[in-house]
């Protein structure tokens, strides 16, 4: 994959991707894939399947907020702040 693009992260220390309601392989290549493609390629990790995105339940992140992540075993928390 090219460097395209990868400047939109250069600040950031994670991604997180929702539920989708498509879970489809193509050609033998799935969402698990892709994921662990992205976190080797921006060197950040990768959460997925978190309770935001287009499948209930949906959180609201919010623009602007600081968010802490943990994620063990599986099993993640989301705690958002504000500062100024």
């Avoid at 997925?48 to 959180?59: A, N, S, T």
């Amino acid at each position: 994959m090219s460097d395209q693009g990868v400047g939109w992260f250069e600040n950031g220390s994670g991604i997180l991707f929702g539920r989708s309601g498509v879970h489809m392989p193509r050609e033998g290549y799935t969402e698990l894939d892709m994921f662990e493609e992205i976190a080797e390629e921006i060197g950040v990790p990768v959460a997925y399947d978190i309770d935001c995105g287009h499948k209930p339940p949906q959180l609201t992140l919010i623009n602007g907020a600081y968010a802490e992540v943990t994620v063990e075993a599986g099993r993640g928390t989301l705690v958002q702040t504000f500062k100024h």
